[in-house]
């Protein structure tokens, strides 16, 4: 295996994944629990515990305000920007937040970021991803929304950061599956994906040519999916509760959650029965039950699904193509297996999609195969190469508060933009820039991104100086700026402020919190695994000396044997796992002639008539073959 | 790889220079010799593809070269790189991406050539608009003579559209009359197009020969077409606001 255990994560509103390229095929790596999707769920626990997952799940019913789902629709937006997810999603919001400070959420008495939350599902992920290599798992690719903004691009680097990642790179998710799609499809012309996930949706129209991967358009909102309908659905069951049985259970969070579980069942349901019931127990001995045909789900939700019609429009609109030049519609996010967003992608763009991926694993996937090209490739991936896009034109504003748009969205990244600035006023020192997104005329319409200072102006005449601003969005889709007075050459000062999201240093200390305990854990893990590995084969051994081959054996050997169990023996209650390993690995190779001399024994057994059960191998099959090496690396 | 030796041959005009890594005289933006990507140079978004500068381009060719050149400069290949080359290769990939986009669109390419001549386009022209701006006004577009008449009828029918908007008033011969004069601006809009690609035509000749006085002139009318050209583009849009559609 190569030093690059470069992971690919999908960190999703709902579930998250992580997957790996082993040789030329890619794997999802499962958690402890043996399942692949880790709900991107994270609670405190009765001892101020993290719990993630699965795991974490409970903890929703049992105590609402000590958990949190969804948090990636918090993901880079400020207080101003979430009025209309307080009212639907349970947030609990620190009650001493500043205007202007990066959001805090209370879980229990404690509060955290978005990107801290975010970062405790990536280290559930990264230690899955460890336990499934047993070394340590420092790189990664994530994915995140197309549509996402600057803000909320960066936002997620530094929930990687925090976990003790480092981010690689950001691959838009729709991009991702694409990749996915290309490693068994290799096939040029035009593709659509359309991905319709937890809380995001996103449409990208990309030109395949003999491994490039160039997007032509992209296009999304970043807050709407499977969570809107599931909300929509958990708004009229609370009108009927209230209306029907006259209660009022809207402050209930223990119910509100319950109902939500029910919902989404029921959703569920639906995309394969014709009509599924919702049964859910009340306080006061009551019961909400309804019946809920397919045919009025798919009234309620079409409102929602109707939402994907326009960015689709668009995004074909910017890409210059029609549906008939599309050659595959790629299906990927998990609300895409109701069969009506099956029906409209299909009426949109006038063929049958592609359904054959995996739509919730289509993404994590892709990314392990970005990873893979990242870390060198191989002759699987030697040819693909992505040519992304800037989702969101960027803009300056100007006098009169108008954006003065310097990047076009749908511009290939890397792109970058040069543009001159000078002072109105004699000895003028500073120059105020401020940097938006998005489409809109007006600056006050547009995604504010930063507010900077040039600083340093040497002093002179009003309209002398020259200042090269340079704007650079790199291929994550993340906006780097430098600035150079040319007239004197210097260069100029940045002090960029950015609108929404954590400074470097809140970064730094997020960090080391939370990375030292990471390693922490990690060494833990190790010592308790090798321990585990070192009884296993400590009574292996134990059992085998019963057995003939150790009689065939030389007294040296035996020795030899006795020597070096004596040695694992000694180091197995100690605290370091590297040398537990290295003395399991010399126990291992000492009784490699006995082991061999076991297996003989064994067959002349069998061919003498005798079944491989009546002889005593030394080993059941539950321990482990003493000889097994351990098959790490 | 023809390709390939087409970008070194248009090097040796702007100055061959070594390769830091190998030494190797070098193509501009990686190393013939040795693949390594180089610093970037500031060159214009023809020169950086090694075209002359001329307005017909064969954008399959160039979409060939893009492609290649993504291969050699993309940041992806430099994952395992010095932190010195990751960046030149993320400053080369953003100068290609840039020239590309704006070579690949025959409209933004005339622009751009244009104002590598010195000229600055009407609507392009940042220091009029925040002349305007500044001044509290908003940017004056100078209406193209033989335009003046229709224009006029066009801004009054738009007018009182928005006007019956207000009201809630619906006047279905006045949005026939609207539809008909957005017909009549995009047949013009289709005229100005094509006598735009009769310059180019004229343009590459003179580029050939180098004669001064007549490369100015197909400038000129250049210009002159483009700014007409951009005004019925904004008029259409205008109409096609006010009609919602």
């Known amino acids: 295996m190569s030093n690059h255990r470069i992971v690919g994560i999908d960190l999703g509103t709902t579930n998250s994944l992580v997957a790996f390229m082993q040789g030329d095929v890619p794997v999802v790596i499962s958690g402890d629990d043996g399942l692949n999707l880790v709900p991107s769920v994270v609670a405190l626990d009765e001892n101020d515990q993290i719990i993630v997952g699965n795991a974490a799940r409970k903890y929703l019913i049992e105590t609402p305000e000590r958990a949190v789902y969804s948090i990636k629709r918090l993901m880079g937006r400020g207080i101003e920007d979430i009025r209309e997810e307080l009212k639907l999603f349970p947030f609990r919001l620190a009650e001493d937040l500043q205007p202007g400070e990066v959001l805090r959420i209370k879980l229990g008495d404690k509060t955290f970021t978005p990107p801290e939350i975010s970062a405790f599902i990536l280290r559930q992920l990264k230690r899955n991803a460890e336990r499934f290599f047993a070394a340590p798992v420092t790189q990664a690719v994530i994915t995140v929304p197309a549509y996402f903004n600057d803000a909320q691009r960066q936002a997620t680097k530094d929930a990687g950061r925090i976990a003790g990642l480092e981010v690689l790179r950001l691959v838009n998710e729709p991009t991702a599956a694409s990749l996915a799609y290309g490693l068994d499809q290799k096939q040029n012309g035009i593709l659509a994906v359309y991905d319709l996930g937890g809380g995001t949706f996103d449409i990208s129209i990309l030109k395949l040519h003999d491994g490039i991967f160039e997007v032509m358009a992209t296009n999304g909102d970043t807050h709407l999916g499977g969570d809107d309908i599931d909300n929509l659905l958990i708004t009229i069951a609370l009108d009927d509760i209230q209306g029907d049985l006259g209660l009022d259970v809207r402050r209930n969070g223990e119910i509100v959650q319950t109902i939500r579980k029910a919902v989404i069942e029921t959703k569920i349901a639906l995309s394969s029965q014709p009509s599924a019931k919702l049964d859910i127990e009340l306080p006061g001995g009551k019961r909400y039950q309804r019946e809920i045909t397919r045919q009025q789900f798919e009234d309620l939700i079409r409102p929602i699904l109707d939402r994907t019609i326009a960015p689709c429009k668009q995004a074909m609109k910017d890409a210059g193509v029609t549906p008939k030049q599309i050659e595959e519609v790629v299906l990927v996010g998990g609300s895409t297996r109701i069969p009506t967003v099956r029906a409209l992608v299909r009426e949109m763009f006038r063929r049958e999609p592609h359904t054959d991926l995996n739509p919730d694993e289509v993404v994590a996937v892709g990314a392990a195969v970005q990873a893979h090209i990242l870390s060198g490739g191989s002759e699987v991936t030697q040819n693909m190469l992505l040519l992304d896009v800037t989702p969101l034109s960027l803009g300056i504003e100007v006098a009169g508060g108008v954006t003065d748009k310097i990047i076009l969205r749908n511009s290939t990244v890397p792109a970058s933009s040069t543009q001159h600035y000078t002072t109105q006023i004699d000895g003028q020192v500073n120059v105020a820039v401020h940097v938006l997104q998005g489409e809109r005329e007006l600056a006050k319409d547009c995604r504010s991104l930063a507010r900077f200072d040039l600083k340093g102006i040497p002093p002179m005449p009003a309209g002398l100086p020259r200042i090269e601003v340079k704007f650079l969005i790199d291929a994550n889709g993340i906006l780097h700026v430098s600035a150079r007075e040319q007239r004197s050459g210097k260069e100029a000062e940045i002090d960029v402020q950015p609108s929404y999201g954590l400074t470097d240093e809140q970064v730094e200390s997020m960090i080391l919190e939370s990375f030292d305990s990471a390693e922490e854990d990690f060494r833990q893990r190790q010592v308790i695994e090798a321990r585990n590995e070192a009884e296993t084969i400590l009574s292996a051994l134990e059992k085998s000396k019963k057995s003939p081959a150790w009689g065939q054996l030389a007294n040296g050997e035996r020795k030899q044997i006795a020597k070096l169990e004596k040695a694992l023996q000694e180091v197995k209650p100690q605290d370091d796992y590297q040398k537990i390993r290295r003395a399991i690995d010399a126990l291992n190779q000492g009784t490699m002639r006995l082991a061999e001399l076991m297996m003989d024994t064994a067959v002349t057994t069998a061919l003498k008539g005798k079944t491989m059960e009546q002889v005593d191998m030394g080993e059941s099959p539950e321990t482990g073959h003493p000889v097994a090496k351990a098959d790490f690396e | ?245």
Not at chain 2, 85 to 97: A, D, I, K, R, V
Not at chain 2, 150 to 165: H, I, Y
């Open chain 2, 1 to 245: 790889m023809a390709a390939e030796s087409k970008t070194v041959s248009s090097l040796a005009e702007t100055g061959e220079r070594a390769c830091w890594s190998c030494g190797a005289p070098r193509a501009a933006q990686f190393c013939s010799a040795c693949g390594k990507v180089q610093p970037p140079q500031s060159v214009d978004c023809f020169t950086f593809f090694g075209l002359p500068r001329k307005l017909n381009i064969d954008v399959t060719h160039l979409q060939r070269e893009f492609y290649q050149l993504s291969r050699k400069l993309h940041p992806d290949l430099y994952g395992q790189t010095s932190k010195r080359e990751q960046e030149w290769s993320l400053e080369q990939s953003s100068l290609l991406n840039d020239a590309y986009r704006t070579l690949k669109d025959p409209i933004k390419r005339t622009e751009y050539l244009l104002g590598l001549e010195g000229v600055e386009l009407e609507e392009q022209s940042k220091k009029a608009t925040e002349t305007a701006r500044d001044s509290g006004e908003i940017k004056k577009q100078v209406v193209p003579p033989d335009l003046l008449e229709e224009v006029f009828e066009l801004n009054m029918q738009l007018e009182e559209l928005r006007m019956n908007r207000k009201m809630g008033e619906d006047d279905p011969a006045l949005i026939r009359e609207l539809q008909a004069h957005k017909t009549e601006f995009e047949k013009k809009f289709e005229v100005l197009t094509q006598e735009l690609k009769q310059y180019w035509d004229q343009w590459d000749r003179v580029v050939d020969v180098d004669q001064e006085e007549k490369r100015r002139q197909v400038r000129d009318k250049m210009v002159d077409v483009l700014n007409r050209r951009n005004y019925i583009r904004n008029l259409v849009r205008d109409v096609n606001e006010a009609l919602g559609s």
